[in-house]
């Protein structure tokens, strides 16, 4: 099995930062793109940030410039560091990677559970 757990969530007041990781874990054998994507009772899910396995970078327009996605490999983990964060940035966050399981096999998208970033004075 694969799991990946999110963690760093939390409340923050605006204009403040906050960083998540994300550690894929369990069998596999490689790790191709990570990501992060939110969700909010008032939006889809969109996506935030992603990153090849070679730090090929791709965010949302709205987003870059505040928000820098980065990965450790040798730690199978993804990172998001928020800044500058607004009331509309509250949402649950949640990790993707597209993972080899197996040799003979292809890659499958899997997703964390999600962690809660609350905005809020």
């Known amino acids: 099995q694969v799991q990946l757990v999110e963690s760093g969530g939390g409340l923050v007041q605006p204009g403040g930062s906050l960083t998540l990781s994300c550690a894929a874990s369990g069998s596999f054998v490689t790790i191709n793109t990570m990501g992060w994507y939110r969700q909010s009772p008032e939006k889809e899910r969109e996506l935030v940030a992603r990153?090849?396995?070679?730090?090929?970078?791709n965010y949302a327009d709205s987003l870059k410039g505040r928000f820098t996605i980065s990965r450790d490999n040798a730690k199978n983990t993804v990172y998001l560091q928020m800044n500058s964060l607004e009331s509309e940035d509250t949402a649950v966050y949640y990790c993707?990677?597209?993972?080899?399981?197996?040799?003979?096999?292809?890659?499958?998208?899997?997703w964390g559970q999600g962690t809660q970033v609350t905005v809020s004075s």
């Open positions: 993707n990677a597209v993972i080899r399981v197996r040799i003979s096999a292809g890659f499958l998208t899997y």
């Open positions: 990153i090849t396995f070679g730090g090929n970078t």
